[in-house]
């Protein structure tokens, strides 16, 4: 069981940037894919990028399309979400999360291990 370690987040004015960081250890995720969902208060978990074993394919939330990008560097063990031109609605918890197979779906349920979470939060 790979375990997952989110950091990054914190309190930023709208249209800023932000890049969450994502470590992995107990074992190497090369051979997985890898995505970020968040979590506003009082709403589901919802989707939001996602990228192959080997970097060749993302895919994103259209609400984050443009905005944000999810990248990976195997040999560190670690998968990031840099956010940029970033809205009030960003605002979140947002999990990092290890796919079941080396690129697969969207869902919560396609994922086999998370990460605790870390707060982003976009002021007007």
């Known amino acids: 069981q790979v375990q997952l370690v989110e950091s990054g987040g914190g309190l930023v004015q709208a249209g800023g940037s932000l890049r969450l960081s994502c470590a992995a250890s107990?074992?190497?995720?090369?051979?997985?894919?890898m995505g970020w969902f968040r979590q506003a208060p009082g709403k589901e978990r919802e989707f939001v990028a996602a990228?192959?074993?080997?970097?060749?394919?993302?895919y994103y939330a259209d609400s984050v399309k443009g905005r944000f990008t999810i990248s990976r560097d195997n040999a560190k063990n670690t998968v990031y979400l840099q956010m940029t031109s970033l809205k009030t609605e960003d605002t979140a918890v947002y999990y990092c999360?290890?796919?079941?197979?080396?690129?697969?779906?969207?869902?919560?349920?396609?994922?086999?291990?998370w990460g605790q979470g870390t707060q982003v939060t976009v002021s007007s």
């Open positions: 990228i192959s074993w080997n970097g060749g394919n993302t």
């Open positions: 107990g074992r190497s995720i090369s051979g997985y894919g």
């Open positions: 999360a290890a796919h079941r197979v080396p690129f697969g779906g969207s869902r919560v349920t396609d994922f086999a291990s």
